[in-house]
């Protein structure tokens, strides 16, 4: 089962409320457009920023993602083996909100954890996976295989492969939650921030409308 895509909604106007409301109602709607906007474009810009930089800091924000289990690429970063799911992250915004999100049909399993279910076609991709780990072995020049660092990685990657292509049909595979985009702390504390900077800026004529 396709797990829900993430998606991270700011209502701008409602943030302005619950900031300053009193002295907000003092703005013309043509100015409180203005303000609006230009708080919907730093927010995109900052936490844009901010999503992107989890995949560098390899956890959602101060909270670090669970190692990877499987043999396959020690060492290696987390969620970064293509890049797509992170160049996936896109943002799109109305007059009033902002909300970003990953059309990427896993991006959900992997920000929200859970399990899938084990299919066929799983199954003939993850025996294509050890025929392929099996046809790259390092071979001497009486065929014997080498007993090096490459090849006995080989190996593990191809015992991984088949134990994965023996599972049964409808077995569940355990995804762990690897959040990367969402609601935290630090986003509500930087929304906040551009906010109340945003206001500041109006009210002191800091930018003209």
Sequence with gaps: MRAPTPATRFPAKRS????????????????????VSRMLRDIRVDLGDEFDRNFERQGF???????????????????????ALRQGIHSRSDDHSITFLSDLPYAGIHNEGGEIKVTARMKRYFWARYYE???????KKNGERRNDKRNRQLGTEAEFWRAMALMKVGKAIRIPKRQFLGMSPEVEKDVRQIIEDNLAAYFENEFEL
């Design 133 to 139: 780990a099996q046809g790259g072995f390092g071979r």
């Design 61 to 83: 924000f101060s909270e670090k993602w669970a190692r990877r289990k499987s043999p396959l690429r020690p060492g290696g970063s987390i969620l970064v083996d293509t890049g």
């Design 16 to 35: 302005c409320s619950s900031t300053s409301s009193t002295t907000m109602a003092m703005a013309t709607s043509k100015e409180l457009q203005t303000v």
